[in-house]
């Protein structure tokens, strides 16, 4: 299984971004957005889950801002990202795997992720 994310960039505050994430073979029952900032650690962003029915979740500093979607025709995973924050600055990672609920925003539950697109918010 390989992601591939992408769409990241430098952005000025209070502008958007829709980051991409390209899955190959394979469904996961729950597909994840996570962002590490320089010198922090990793981070739940978002995940989109299809477990008995289709759900998405957000982090708390993202929710209203970001949207999570997945079409899975096309095999790609997205990122909307509005009202961008300085804060917001990190390399986002797309992630794909199959966690118990009390895991679906850990990076422990998910097995296979992509190589990072790094976002930049100039204030």
């Known amino acids: 299984v390989q992601l591939q994310a992408s769409g990241g960039g430098l952005v000025q505050a209070g502008g958007s971004l829709r980051l991409t994430c390209a899955t190959s073979?394979?469904?996961?029952?729950?597909y994840a957005w996570f962002r590490q900032a320089p010198g922090k650690e990793r981070e739940f962003v978002a995940a989109?889950?299809?477990?008995?029915?289709?759900?998405?979740y957000y982090a708390d500093s993202v929710r209203g801002r970001f949207t999570i979607s997945r079409v899975h025709a096309k095999n790609a995973l997205y990122l909307e990202m509005n009202r961008l924050k300085p804060e917001d600055t990190a390399v986002y990672y797309c992630?794909?795997?199959?966690?118990?609920?009390?895991?679906?925003?850990?990076?422990?539950?998910?097995?296979?992720w992509g190589q990072g697109t790094l976002v930049t918010v100039s204030s």
């Open positions: 073979e394979g469904t996961f029952r729950s």
């Open positions: 989109t889950v299809s477990y008995t029915a289709a759900k998405n």
């Open positions: 992630a794909a795997g199959n966690p118990i609920t009390t895991y679906i925003s850990a990076s422990e539950g998910y097995r296979h």
